[in-house]
């Protein structure tokens, strides 16, 4: 009703002059930043730049203090760190106290994180415990510099469109970004920044879970996020068979190997290989589309490739519209070709 209404606007109404500057959470596991950190480093700083204020990293880890200076080269103007033994691995209630804690204190306008795996389970957590809102699996963001409200765009009712997300009553403002829609921050070394030690008070945390072992995912398989040649299978294949040739075309060229969600819903191969809406967003120098017929929810994920290579019967469908290099015909005598060629050079 109106006055419960009216209560919950009370509730959040906060003066957004209190908030100011971007912060970009460094996420890390066993000392290694994530990618995507110089990814959100990189918007963070333009949008930093926009609103005239700082950009700040917060590292939370153990034995981690000496990779701030590796986020000031990609940009960032200070890093807050919490480094201590507690923080060795991630643990959603540690993690989202400090989190929160520092968050209250200084007041950052825009908070950025990973859509990782991390990203999605810390950010909604961070989110509610400060009273905010969150955009999820944003692909695009501005900002609007008349009211300062972060423009966050990311596909809605499957995928058909794209909303453009606004917070306007809440500050600070959430996000979690998708791996690869951003480029990279350049390496500027021995860039200058402040680096702020935070201590937490570990005993006060609260902890609800216990971090049992950490195992190392070991089929050996390249990670599609992160590799530069992808060779995709989809529905054209007709077979989980027809994922040996996608394999052995992956393999000669040095590349990982994709699906479609037709190609994973048939299990004909697992999910990890899922590039899409509801799969991984890929960016590789060359990504070959084998039987993709290329819908928006896989075109979503694929799209900012630099070259695309399709091999598809119709070459009216979508994938071979939008390819660099559109092969039509059979896969089946097209892919066993440029295997005899490539073996042949
Ligand atoms: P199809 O659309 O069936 O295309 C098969 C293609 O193979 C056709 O173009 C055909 O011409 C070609 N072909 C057939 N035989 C041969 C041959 N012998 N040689 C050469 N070409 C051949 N999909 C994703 O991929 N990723 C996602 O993350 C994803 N998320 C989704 C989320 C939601 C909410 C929804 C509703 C859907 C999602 N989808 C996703 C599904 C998506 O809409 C499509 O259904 C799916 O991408 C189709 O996969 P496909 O291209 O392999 O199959």
Redesign the pocket.
């Known amino acids: 009703n109106a006055i419960e209404l009216q209560k919950e606007e009370q509730k959040v109404a906060i003066n957004k002059n209190d908030y100011k500057n971007v912060w970009v959470y460094a996420e890390q596991r066993h000392g290694e930043i994530s990618s995507v950190v110089f990814e959100l480093l990189n918007e963070g700083r333009i949008l930093a730049d926009k609103l005239g204020v700082k950009l700040a990293a917060v590292l939370i880890g153990d034995n981690i203090k000496s990779k701030a200076q590796e986020l000031i080269n990609r940009g960032a103007d200070k890093v807050y760190v919490y480094d201590d033994p507690a923080f060795i691995e991630f643990q959603d209630d540690p993690y989202s106290s400090v989190l929160t804690q520092l968050i209250t204190k200084e007041k950052p306008e825009i908070i950025l994180m990973g859509a990782t795996n991390i990203g999605r389970s810390f950010a909604s957590r961070v989110a509610a415990r400060i009273n905010t809102g969150l955009t999820a699996d944003c692909t695009a963001l501005d900002i609007d510099l008349e009211t300062r409200n972060l423009q966050q765009t990311r596909p809605a009712f499957?995928?058909n469109i794209m909303a453009t997300i606004l917070t306007p009553k809440h500050r600070p403002q959430m996000a979690t970004v998708r791996h690869k829609v951003f480029k990279e921050a350049k390496v500027q070394e021995g860039r200058k920044g402040e680096v702020v030690e935070c201590k937490a008070d570990i005993s006060t945390l609260l902890n609800r879970t216990k971090f049992l072992g950490f195992i190392k995912d070991a089929s050996g398989n390249v990670n599609i996020s992160d590799a530069d040649i992808i060779v995709s299978?989809?529905?054209?294949?007709?077979k989980p068979e027809g994922f040996k040739l996608i394999e052995e075309l992956a393999e000669l060229l040095g590349g990982a190997v994709g699906?479609?969600?037709?190609?994973?819903?048939a299990d004909w191969i697992p999910y990890s290989h899922?590039?899409?809406?509801?799969?991984r967003t890929v960016a590789p120098k060359v990504y070959v589309?084998?039987?993709?017929?290329?819908?928006?929810?896989?075109m979503?994920?694929m799209g900012s490739s630099d070259v695309i290579i399709a091999?598809?019967?119709?070459a009216s469908?979508p994938?071979?519209q939008t390819a660099t290099y559109a092969l039509e015909?059979?896969?089946?005598?097209?892919i066993p070709n440029i295997i005899k060629e490539i073996k042949a050079s």
């Open positions: 499957g995928g299978g989809g529905r054209g294949l007709g699906a479609s969600r037709a190609a994973v819903d899922q590039v899409g809406q509801t799969g589309a084998c039987g993709i017929s290329g819908q928006i929810q896989h979503v994920g091999i598809n019967k119709d469908c994938m071979m015909g059979d896969l089946y005598e097209i």
